[in-house]
């Protein structure tokens, strides 16, 4: 929702592994969040866990 904030998204998010960071930005009445994962398996689980959601999401791994 337009009202979530980082901390629901790291508790929404700890659902798929173990969180080490958060944040959310609202642009132009959306708003996009990032979530970093503490380790690489966590993360590729994270990205089949938010694939359940009919959201448009981008995927960016370093």
């Known amino acids: 929702p337009s009202s979530a904030s980082w901390q629901d998204l790291k508790d929404h998010m700890r659902r ?3 969180v ?3 944040d959310v930005y609202p642009e132009a009445g959306a708003i996009t969040g990032i979530v970093e994962y503490t380790n690489y398996e966590d993360m590729k689980h994270a990205v089949r866990y938010v694939k359940h959601f009919s959201t448009l999401i981008h995927v960016h791994t370093f």
């Open 20 to 22: 080490c960071f958060s």
């Open 16 to 18: 798929a592994g173990d």
